[in-house]
């Protein structure tokens, strides 16, 4: 075989074999970059999901602590001082006592993208991160938020003790109901030491889960600035 048939082969393999890798490198490219564009759409939602949840979380917080407000204020008093206050006091002080306020998040696209495969980007990842820890926060507060519940429900019923005078003015809310009794109620309930006692108790746990919120509050924070940053970032690698 001449040497110029022998390079020519030689050259010819070499095509072939870098076309190859090349159509490797593309289809590759090609996946990433899909990859990329799947996970931007993901961690968009999240940014969108995050501002809800900072909302809803920021709510259900200020609404225990009116609720602890009250409560205090109750315990504070005394039955004389209780039979004072304004009727149209009734209603809330007992709403802050019965009802039971808990935080109800929405995770879809945090479960979507904790499910999916490994993040493409360092961004990605990170939040990935930040947004399990979030996430198992939330979840641990299941069980005090079950106990809340059902000590709310404990004193709706030593509640209903003293409502059934007024139950043939018609039916609403336990808190309404309770509401036509007027001061008196509050000062009875006061003197109740086993009403006191249930009231107590569920405080104690409400604030047990209040403290739980906000360690998750804290954590929910740093993951809205970190998707923010990452926005950002994105849009200034578009432009």
Known sequence: MSNSRRTRLVTEGAVIVVSILLAFWIDAWWDHRQAQITESAVLESIGAEVEENR????????????????????????????????????????????????????????????????????????????????????????????T???????????????????????????YQVAGRLGPTLLAQLRLDDGFVAALQNKAHYQTVYVLELTQASAVLDS???????????????SN
């Open 55 to 146: 909302i809803e979380l920021d709510r259900l917080l200020d609404l225990n602590e009116t609720q602890f407000q009250r409560i205090d204020a109750f315990l504070g008093m005394t039955p004389d001082e209780l039979r004072s206050v304004p009727a149209d006091s009734v209603s809330p002080f007992v709403a802050a006592m019965v009802i039971t306020w808990t935080y109800d998040g929405d995770d879809s696209a945090a479960g979507l993208f904790l499910g999916s495969s490994t993040p493409v980007t360092q961004h990605a990842r990170d939040v990935r991160s930040v947004l399990a820890q979030w996430v198992r926060l939330v979840e641990d507060t299941e069980e005090e938020k079950e």
């Open 148 to 174: 809340v519940w059902e000590l709310g429900i404990d004193l709706a019923r030593l509640l209903t003790i003293y409502t059934t005078p007024v139950a043939s003015d018609g039916q609403g809310r336990l």
């Open 223 to 237: 993951l809205r600035v970190l998707v923010q940053e990452g926005a950002g970032t994105a849009e200034a690698r």
